[in-house]
């Protein structure tokens, strides 16, 4: 095999809104162990965009 150059390319369109304090992830752990509604989740969500 000859000399092969391969460039790997990746690209982040953008990282997911979260909070400052991470709100959104805390908000999300929070429903995952029950502790919050989905409703207060989407709330959440909604003061963060």
């Known amino acids: 095999m ?4 391969m460039a790997i ?6 990282f997911p ?5 991470r709100e959104l992830k805390k ?9 919050s509604t989905q409703e207060e989740l989407l709330a959440v969500g909604r003061e963060l965009r």
């Open 27 to 35: 908000a999300q752990e929070s429903y995952w162990a029950g502790n």
């Open 2 to 5: 000859g000399n092969m150059t």
């Open 17 to 21: 809104r979260v909070g400052l304090r």
């Open 9 to 14: 390319l990746n690209h982040t369109l953008g």
